[in-house]
């Protein structure tokens, strides 16, 4: 009897011992689920236009800071952001980097972005370069400029954008087409400081003044000046300094043979523009891309593009580059960059108007 009860009781304890066994591999197998989980969260989807191999390397340096790895998805910005409207919340993209802030303006006007609160991109970002709700944020600076044959002409006949259409220009304006956004964002700011009436002006007598129909991009207008189709060229800055340190000798040439020219120094000051990056509206992962877009922001990344990429920095604790400073500081305009895709509309209204092609 007595044998038959402890072969009762071992049998309990085995049975309480296998589950409890059980009930060990079941939370340790819950554990390595969140584990993983946890894992699968450390990451952050970016949509760029930028195609840069300085992005690539300031995407390495915060994934080796943070453990956070950077996903990038490449393609052109409004095609990124009619992707963006398609996929609406089943959108993986965190982050959106696109250059010029009027296609920043379009993807918030489309609802594609929200406010972000954050006391670092308030700190290394001015206002001015920043959406009055928060929902994009400047991260470099790019300047529209003159560059010029020294050769043709001299810098004391140079001024303002204004002057360009002065008839000693005739026949010398090189400039890209009127689909380009940085010229829409130019003429934008004009629209917002002297007018629709002005602006619509001043881009019908520099379609006087152009030396061929508008073609190519922005490094093809300084290879034109050197070439002598025309003596002037409407660029930015940072394509200046993307010839100068090209592979293909014959590029940097031509950025050997052209100057750089900051006009409405003593007026309304130099039309600037900036690429920058905004939170997606569904964003999977919101908390790393926060990480992600003030790592962008601060004073490492900021000296990369700089350094890498030519374009100026939007965080003020960061000095320019070597090169842009040999170019000289220069002043800018006065208005908030919003206002740019603001007057968007009316400015590609007014090109095509004046039939710039």
């Known amino acids: 009897m007595i044998k038959k009860k402890l072969g009762l009781i071992s049998a309990a304890l085995t049975l309480v011992i296998s589950a409890g066994v059980l009930a060990g591999c079941s939370g ?39 453990g956070i790895k950077v996903n990038v998805v490449k393609g052109k910005s409004d095609e990124l952001i009619e992707r963006l409207k398609r996929e609406g919340k089943d959108t993986q993209a965190d982050v959106l980097i696109t250059a010029d802030v009027g296609r920043l303006y379009r993807a918030k006007e489309s609802e594609l972005l929200q406010s972000v609160e954050s006391d670092e991109l308030t700190k290394n970002i001015p206002e001015k370069y920043r959406d009055e709700d928060n929902q994009w944020f400047g991260l470099t600076k790019r300047a529209r400029v003159m560059v010029y044959s020294e050769d043709r002409v001299n810098s004391k006949d140079l001024s303002t954008y204004e002057d360009l259409t002065n008839a000693k220009w005739k026949g010398k ?23 629709e009436e002005k602006a619509k002006e001043w881009a019908k007598e520099i379609v006087g003044n152009m030396a061929r129909e508008p073609q190519g ?141």
């Open 28 to 66: 340790s197998q819950k554990t390595d689920k969140k584990n993983i989980s946890k894992d699968q969260e450390k990451i952050v989807n970016v949509y760029t236009d930028r195609h840069y191999d300085s992005d690539e390397e300031l995407y390495k340096m915060f994934t080796e800071k943070t």
């Open 217 to 357: 991009n922005d490094r093809d207008q300084a290879k034109a000046v050197v070439a002598g189709i025309g003596d002037i060229a409407i660029m930015n800055t940072y394509y200046v300094g993307k010839l100068l340190n090209s592979a293909d000798s014959e590029e940097v040439k031509v950025g050997k043979s052209v100057k750089v020219f900051f006009p409405n120094q003593q007026t309304t000051g130099t039309h600037v523009n900036i690429s920058g990056a905004g939170l997606t509206k569904d964003a999977k992962n919101k908390e790393n891309a926060v990480k992600f877009i003030e790592f962008l922001s601060g004073v490492e990344a900021q000296k990369q593009y700089a350094e890498a990429n030519y374009e100026y920095p939007v965080n003020p604790e960061v000095e320019p580059s070597e090169l842009l400073k040999s170019w000289g500081s220069f002043k800018e305009q006065d208005i908030r960059l919003s206002k740019l895709g603001e007057n968007n509309k009316r400015a590609v209204q007014i090109l095509n108007e004046v039939n710039w092609k």
């Open 173 to 195: 304006i090189l400039v890209r087409s009127s689909t380009n956004i940085y010229n829409q964002s130019l003429l934008a700011s004009f629209i917002e400081i002297n007018g």
